[in-house]
Nanobody, 117 residues
Framework: VQLQASGGGSVQAGGSLRLSCTAS????????IGWFRQAPGKAREMTSC????????YYSDSAKGRFTIASDKAKNTVYLQMDSLKPEDSAIYYC???????????WGQGTLVTVSS
């Protein structure tokens, strides 16, 4: 199983980025994909997740109304569209897969998002 996260970069406050997480070795029918972030000196937190089979999504309070998660099953890719970015969104963003164990067992390598004021 491999997860490849990409799409991070540097933007100014108010800008947008779209992160991608491409998975291999798993089926979106069986796994939920989550986006987490970790800023320096802070604990890792979940930003959003999607369960393709159930058609359900979750957003943290900080992500609601600004971030949109979507999946493309044909490409085995989950996207996180991030709009109206704020400096406090700066972090390394990781995607992870949660399967039958109900734990996030598989993690991507992370992609850095930097938002300047």
């Amino acid at each position: 199983v491999q997860l490849q996260a990409s799409g991070g970069g540097s933007v100014q406050a108010g800008g947008s980025l779209r992160l991608s997480c491409t998975a291999s070795g798993i089926s979106f029918d069986d796994y939920a994909i989550g986006w987490f972030r970790q800023a320096p000196g802070k604990a890792r937190e979940m930003t959003s997740c999607i369960m393709y089979k159930k058609g359900t999504t979750y957003y943290s309070d900080s992500a609601k109304g600004r971030f949109t998660i979507a999946s493309d099953k044909a490409k085995n890719t989950v996207y996180l569209q991030m709009d109206s970015l704020k400096p406090e969104d700066s972090a390394i963003y990781y995607c992870a897969a949660r399967g039958p164990t109900a734990e996030y067992d598989y993690w991507g390598q992370g992609t850095l998002v930097t938002v300047s004021s």
